[in-house]
């Protein structure tokens, strides 16, 4: 069994290219956006902790307010530090948990994590994927998904790791800026690569 890491900035494509694995038998997904939203909402004392550091209105009708904290956290990289230390070891935590339900059966497990790096999850994974995308494409893209403002995702896109400041570096690099079969092609080279 395997696990690889799928990261990249907003709007790169992490989803699709993690999605595309699924091509290939015995794959399982765990995207660690969807990991961390179930840890906050079922956490009390991150709940707590949150709403002590960001206020009341960081949660609305018991869910996190994502759109709220967005605005603060990606204009203010303190804030962003803040966010990060009440939430980060918690999901390095449940993840590593998460891997140990899967049998023998599964051949590869991808681990989609915008936060690969900042949470430390790269220390569960054997190897690392950067999904890469201009800031035009990616603007656009997750503007559309997410229907926010291109100003806000700049933001987003900004605050998050540049290539060249990563430690491990990435085993493989893939391009998202043109169409789904460069995509698909680039993703089966890789996994070929993997059953060396």
């Known amino acids: 069994m395997k696990i690889i890491g799928v990261t990249g900035k907003i709007g790169s494509g992490k989803t699709t290219v993690s999605d595309l694995f699924l091509n290939f038998s015995h794959t399982e ?15 009390y004392k991150i709940q707590q902790k949150i709403k002590e550091k960001f206020g009341l209105k960081s949660f609305f009708e018991g869910k996190l307010n994502r759109s709220y904290i967005r605005d603060i956290v990606f204009n203010d990289k303190e804030k962003l530090q803040e966010l990060n230390s ?20 599964t051949k590869l497990i991808v681990v989609e994590a915008a936060v690969l790096y900042e949470a430390k999850l790269f ?10 995308s201009s800031l035009e494409i990616a603007v ?8 926010s403002k291109k100003e806000q995702i700049i933001n987003i896109y900004n605050s998050q ?12 690099i893939i391009n998202n800026d043109t169409d789904l079969k460069s995509l698909k092609k680039q993703v089966e080279i890789i996994y070929s690569d993997l059953e060396k």
């Open 140 to 147: 656009n893209r997750a503007s559309k998904r997410d229907h």
């Open 161 to 172: 790791s540049y290539l060249e400041n990563l430690k491990p570096y990435p085993d493989f």
């Open 123 to 132: 220390k569960l994974v054997d190897k690392i994927i950067w999904v890469s």
């Open 29 to 43: 997904i765990i995207n660690c956006d969807r990991l961390a939203s179930s840890i906050i909402d079922s956490n």
């Open 86 to 105: 009440i939430v980060h070891a918690e999901l390095f935590n449940e993840l590593k948990k998460e891997l140990k339900k899967y049998t023998s059966d």
